[in-house]
């Protein structure tokens, strides 16, 4: 635990990728192999789940701290992160050279005995812990607890740290550590073996992910040598068909199979050793469906019949990444399209397998034309891959591009702000945005990203100066500052005072140039959502 600690500090003191491959390096040089798999856990987010509520988390610290409950929460205001906090008012800087260092194991088999207690045994169990610990090692027990560690690395810099120590390629580590992965039952050896062999059989292969596109269609080339496809809003996900056993994984790497029950026919049907890469999206009557009538689903333990026929799924399938056990990826596209469509020819497949439209344009001025009206025809724009492109590893510039259409945007006015956490704990950084309801200012959505670090810190000494009323870390701000709110979509919601939600709203820019009156209505949001939404 100290070693990891001292390696969480370190990585926190710098900003240079290189500086944080060589720390990281260097711990996995001298830590037991038990450990680093622990570490590697930790460093790209496969914790165990936060086991009690945070509620109860502050009553204990603030009574082990002796201080009441209100000055604890005052405190948890100002430092703006809960582990930190409790760090802080606990912490009884025991001689570290007495605190007994303990394998990371240990406090990973804590955090999962904790959920099974009841509150007064984790009470206790938590005391023992915040009497022998301090400084690193107290704060990243306590933001396990919470569920909410997170160190400030990628998983592409651990990637690049373990390729290195190991003298392996990026690509094949990438793929050995897709999916999720159990650091009590996974040796290290076993997992980074070169053994083709050592990975498990429903592990998917990493995603091949596109930049925005920001290439001149001269640079491009003639559009002929690429093939262009409607770029649609769902899960991006890899149907899995291995030794007899159907999985489905989400771009995120979370095994989706329970939840997609009409894949299940797949068995029958897809021959042994097949990975199809494409979108799950709903699917009725021929059409796509909006991306909420998804949600509707993904958040529930059961899916019932009811929602089966409300949202039934389809995967598009864009690629054909192995077939009858053969690695397809280093292929061309244009043969692993070919194959793709062939297996895609059976009728038996056709109900929840659909193969991803060619679109075919005579120049790249009519593509573009398509790009900004894509929203008529269910689409967020346009993918385009070279026919010749292999199937790479993360996210590569010249194969694959993203050309999507300019967001949706509408003027808002902002009412409300809130702070931040952790290191922007001391900065308004959320803010709550409203239109114009006749002469009512109402609340419809939510923003935190767009800003630049000098307009953050501008409109936190404004917001700080203009303050009508707290509430808490939230501020209630005069109604003057405006600011265009960009968005991918818009949907009727019951849930929203204004009855409309937004997809992925953020801060465009900040219009200094409109005043409060300026800013759109109501009638303008409806009238977006009939011509938009669903």
């Known amino acids: 635990m100290n070693a990891f600690a001292q390696l969480f500090e370190a990585l926190d003191e710098t900003t240079k990728t290189n500086t944080k491959v060589q720390l990281m390096l260097?711990?996995?040089?001298?830590?037991?192999?038990?450990?680093?798999?622990?570490?590697?856990?930790?460093?790209?987010?496969?914790?165990?789940?936060?086991?009690?509520?945070?509620?109860?988390?502050?009553?204990?610290?603030?009574?082990?701290?002796?201080?009441?409950?209100?000055?604890?929460?005052?405190?948890?205001?100002?430092?703006?992160?809960?582990?930190?906090?409790?760090?802080?008012?606990?912490?009884?800087?025991?001689d570290m050279g007495n605190e007994e260092d303990q394998p990371l194991s240990a406090v990973f088999s804590l955090i999962i005995a904790l959920q099974k207690m009841e509150a007064a045994e984790q009470q206790q169990a938590i005391y023992k812990e915040w009497s022998r610990l301090t400084g690193t090692s107290l704060f990243l027990f306590n933001k396990m607890l919470t569920g909410s560690l997170r160190v400030g690395v990628s998983k592409k810099l651990v990637i690049k740290a373990l390729a290195q120590y190991l003298e392996q390629d990026e690509g094949a580590i990438t793929h050995r550590m897709m999916g999720?992965?159990?650091?009590?039952?996974?040796?290290?050896?076993?997992?980074?073996?070169?053994?083709?062999?050592?990975?498990?059989?429903?592990?998917?292969?990493?995603?091949?992910?596109?930049?925005?596109?920001?290439?001149?269609?001269?640079?491009?080339?003639?559009?002929?040598?690429?093939?262009?496809?409607?770029?649609?809003?769902?899960?991006?996900?890899?149907?899995?068909?291995?030794?007899?056993?159907?999985?489905?994984?989400?771009?995120?790497?979370?095994?989706?199979?329970?939840?997609?029950?009409?894949?299940?026919?797949?068995?029958?049907?897809?021959?042994?050793?097949?990975?199809?890469?494409?979108?799950?999206?709903?699917?009725?009557?021929?059409?796509?469906?909006?991306?909420?009538?998804?949600?509707?689903?993904?958040?529930?333990?059961?899916?019932?019949?009811?929602?089966?026929?409300?949202?039934?799924?389809?995967?598009?399938?864009?690629?054909?990444?192995?077939?009858?056990?053969?690695?397809?990826?280093?292929e061309p596209l244009s043969v692993r399209r070919a194959q793709l469509i062939e297996l895609l020819a059976n009728p038996a497949l056709q109900d929840v397998l659909l193969l991803s439209e060619e679109m075919v344009f005579p120049t790249w001025e009519d593509a573009k034309a398509f790009k900004n009206t894509a929203r008529h025809y269910n689409s967020e724009g346009l993918m385009l891959k070279?026919?010749?492109?292999?199937?790479?590893?993360?996210?590569?510039?010249?194969?694959?591009?993203?050309?999507?259409?300019?967001?949706?945007?509408?003027?808002?006015?902002?009412?409300?702000?809130?702070?931040?956490?952790?290191?922007?704990?001391?900065?308004?950084?959320?803010?709550?945005?409203?239109?114009?309801?006749?002469?009512?200012?109402?609340?419809?959505?939510?923003?935190?990203?767009?800003?630049?670090?000098?307009?953050?810190?501008q409109l936190d000494r404004w917001i700080k100066q203009h303050t009508i009323e707290k509430f808490g870390p939230v501020r209630s701000v005069q109604a003057v500052q405006v600011f265009e709110i960009g968005f991918e979509g818009i949907n009727k919601s019951t849930r929203h005072k204004l009855g409309v939600a937004l997809r992925f709203p953020r801060i465009l820019r900040w219009r200094q140039d409109k005043t409060a009156q300026d800013a759109n209505t109501k009638a303008d949001l409806l009238e977006m959502l009939v011509l938009y939404g669903s």
Not at 416 to 435: C, E, I, K, P
């Open 180 to 330: 999720k992965w159990n650091p009590f039952s996974t040796q290290f050896n076993e997992m980074f073996s070169a053994s083709e062999a050592a990975i498990a059989h429903h592990t998917p292969y990493p995603f091949y992910l596109a930049y925005p596109l920001d290439q001149s269609f001269d640079d491009l080339g003639h559009i002929q040598d690429w093939v262009l496809e409607k770029k649609l809003d769902g899960i991006r996900g890899q149907i899995i068909f291995r030794n007899n056993e159907l999985f489905i994984w989400s771009r995120g790497e979370d095994l989706l199979t329970d939840k997609f029950p009409e894949f299940n026919i797949l068995q029958q049907y897809l021959p042994n050793g097949t990975v199809i890469d494409g979108e799950i999206i709903p699917w009725k009557d021929g059409q796509p469906l909006p991306f909420s009538v998804m949600q509707t689903r993904i958040g529930r333990k059961n899916v019932t019949p009811k929602f089966l026929k409300e949202a039934p799924l389809v995967m598009v399938c864009y690629d054909l990444l192995e077939f009858e056990g053969k690695d397809m990826r280093t």
């Open 386 to 457: 070279k026919r010749n492109s292999i199937y790479e590893t993360g996210r590569k510039r010249g194969g694959w591009w993203k050309w999507k259409t300019d967001p949706l945007s509408i003027d808002a006015v902002m009412i409300y702000a809130q702070s931040g956490h952790g290191r922007r704990a001391n900065l308004f950084t959320d803010y709550t945005f409203a239109v114009w309801d006749g002469d009512v200012l109402v609340p419809f959505a939510k923003a935190y990203s767009g800003l630049t670090d000098k307009e953050i810190d």
């Open 26 to 94: 260097e711990y996995f040089r001298s830590a037991h192999d038990e450990d680093k798999m622990f570490a590697i856990a930790i460093l790209t987010g496969n914790k165990p789940k936060r086991p009690f509520s945070t509620t109860l988390l502050r009553e204990w610290a603030a009574e082990y701290a002796g201080i009441p409950l209100w000055l604890f929460e005052e405190s948890y205001f100002v430092a703006g992160d809960l582990g930190e906090t409790i760090a802080l008012v606990v912490d009884r800087n025991v």
